[in-house]
């Protein structure tokens, strides 16, 4: 690659054409643990392509796959007490930036945790303004040395720096696990819960309705779908709009009415047919499209909901059966083409990539899911929904070690037992129960047994441990 080509991070949907067999190759080449194959086939793409963040971790991921690399025994490097194999490719770096990160690359291929070297990547990558990039290389140093906590508060402060609040409370949290005295990681995750706490307020309010409309009509709008209305009410209110629609259908004000109005009436059809309209109208803004296939899924799902009690209330009639199980199928291949069209349409989105990473995962493609969900881990709001469907998807593809990493951090970043803890608990019960971890399994367990007894199973598996 020539040094006068701009580099920047990219997604798969900006791969060049050329690259793109390599990348299919590659990951149907992990799909079958044929590792070694792929690394080959990612370090091509790498080459060519240093920003495209999705290849770099899923070459990392074959690495360690293939080297039976384990986290907590990475090599020390450039910072570390021993070695110095990073400093080498900071001086490349120096002249070379590009023919730096192949080396790197191919240097980490037997030993990808090496805390040294992927140091020197972060530096690299940082001067390179690849932000990600460098994030990533400092979480697999991490990972790799969780008890060189000097990394960790360098994975910190560049969160930090970023604004990525919810992060930094993450890594200070995973500081004060390794040493508890370490007062600067435990004054640097209150602070960081706190910045993070007031960011997603922010992004909640920036993200409300009053976003979708700027108009006086809009406002009068939003309080009232604060109050409580009954369905009469709203089918009153619903007339009175649909007399305004048919005096001018192209008023806008009146046509976004008109789609709140049917969502809380849950007429997902009729809502869905007017947002798609005010989007139309508003000429492209995206938060109206973006409703308008939350709504088209809302109206999919319902149906077949809807034929699935049917289905219930009368299981000796194939013919509905067989429609059930025919729509479902559909459903899922409509999902997916769906999901990868609005991720073209919008690829820095981290909410399509989660709906798309969870499309993937209910086709089956686990392989094709995972660069998708890591991406979307970046949104604070998903980001445990997120952790939870990787853990799902690494624990399909048999990886139970990465099933379970990505486990412990969602419900590390958890504090309350609500629902969501509990399901994550349970499902990291699981895992360790497929791995022979007994003990780790029946610990996930009787943290929901203590707070909700009726908790799905938990009950049987406790008591039973005891009866064993």
Same mark, same amino acid.
């Given at each position: 690659?020539?040094?006068?080509?701009?580099?920047?991070?990219?997604?798969?949907?900006?791969?060049?054409?050329?690259?793109?067999?390599?990348?299919?190759? &590659?990951?149907? $080449?992990?799909?079958?643990?044929?590792?070694g194959y792929a690394i080959k086939f990612l370090q091509a793409i790498l080459k060519e392509e240093p920003g495209f963040l999705n290849a770099r971790k899923l070459v990392r991921q074959a690495e360690i796959i293939q080297s039976g690399a384990t986290p907590g025994a990475a090599k020390k490097g450039l910072f570390g007490t021993s070695g110095g194999g990073g400093s080498s490719f900071i001086r490349q770096a120096k002249k070379d930036?590009?023919?730096?990160l192949v080396a790197i690359e191919k240097e980490l291929e037997n030993d990808?945790?090496?805390?040294?070297?992927?140091?020197?990547?972060? /530096?690299? #990558? !940082?001067?390179?303004?690849?932000?990600?990039?460098? #994030?990533f290389a400092l979480e697999t140093a991490k990972t790799g040395s969780p008890a060189n906590t000097k990394v960790a508060h360098k994975l910190a402060q560049f969160y930090?720096?970023?604004?990525?609040?919810?992060?930094? $409370?993450?890594? %200070?949290?995973?500081?004060?696990?390794?040493?508890?005295?370490?007062?600067?990681?435990?004054?640097g995750e209150k602070d960081c819960s706190a910045k993070a706490s007031m960011q997603q307020n922010r992004m909640s309010e920036n993200s409300s309705f009053q976003d979708l409309v700027k108009t006086d009509e809009a406002a009068e709008l939003e309080k009232a779908s604060r109050t409580a209305l009954t369905k009469e009410q709203l089918e009153e209110r619903a007339g009175e709009l649909a007399a305004q629609y048919e005096?001018?259908?192209?008023?806008?004000a009146v046509v976004k009415q008109l789609a709140q109005t049917y969502e809380q009436l849950e007429d997902w059809n009729t809502c869905h047919s007017f947002y798609s309209w005010a989007f139309e109208l508003s000429n492209g803004d995206v938060a109206l499209r973006a409703k308008a296939n939350e709504i088209k899924d809302k109206a999919a799902d319902q149906h077949i909901k809807d034929l699935?009690? &049917?289905?219930? &209330?009368?299981? /000796?009639?194939?013919?509905?059966?067989?429609? !059930?199980?025919?729509?479902?199928? $559909?459903?899922?291949?409509?999902?997916?083409?769906?999901?990868?069209?609005?991720?073209?349409?919008?690829p820095t989105d981290p909410k399509m990539r989660f709906d798309l990473g969870q499309a993937l %995962?209910?086709?089956?493609e686990y392989s094709d899911a995972i660069p998708h969900l890591q991406?979307?881990?970046?949104?604070?709001?998903?980001?445990?929904?997120?952790? !939870?469907? !990787?853990?799902?998807t690494f624990d399909a593809k048999g990886m139970n070690d990465l099933a379970i990493k990505q486990l412990k951090d969602a419900n590390d970043e958890l504090t309350q037992m609500d629902n969501t803890k509990k399901e994550i608990l349970y499902e990291l019960g699981v895992i360790y129960t497929k791995a022979e971890k007994k003990e780790e399994a029946l610990g996930c367990f009787k943290q929901i047994y203590e707070i909700d007894y009726g908790y799905r199973d938990v009950a049987a598996r406790v008591e039973g441990s005891y009866a064993g």
């Open positions: 690659m020539s040094e006068t080509k701009e580099i920047r991070e990219i997604t798969e949907a900006e791969l060049p054409a050329a690259l793109k067999d390599h990348w299919k190759n &590659a990951k149907a $080449s992990v799909e079958r643990n044929n590792h930036s590009f023919g730096a990808p945790f090496n805390c040294g070297i992927n140091e020197a990547f972060y /530096e690299i #990558a !940082l001067s390179m303004n690849l932000l990600d990039t460098a #994030a930090v720096n970023r604004e990525m609040h919810l992060d930094a $409370s993450r890594v %200070y949290r995973e500081i004060v696990k390794q040493d508890p005295g370490d007062g600067e990681a435990v004054r005096a001018d259908p192209n008023n806008l699935e009690a &049917a289905a219930a &209330a009368d299981p /000796e009639n194939q013919e509905l059966q067989s429609q !059930l199980q025919e729509i479902q199928q $559909s459903r899922v291949g409509e999902r997916l083409e769906e999901c990868q069209e609005r991720v073209k349409q919008n %995962y209910d086709a089956g991406q979307a881990t970046r949104n604070p709001h998903i980001r445990t929904k997120v952790l !939870l469907l !990787l853990g799902r």
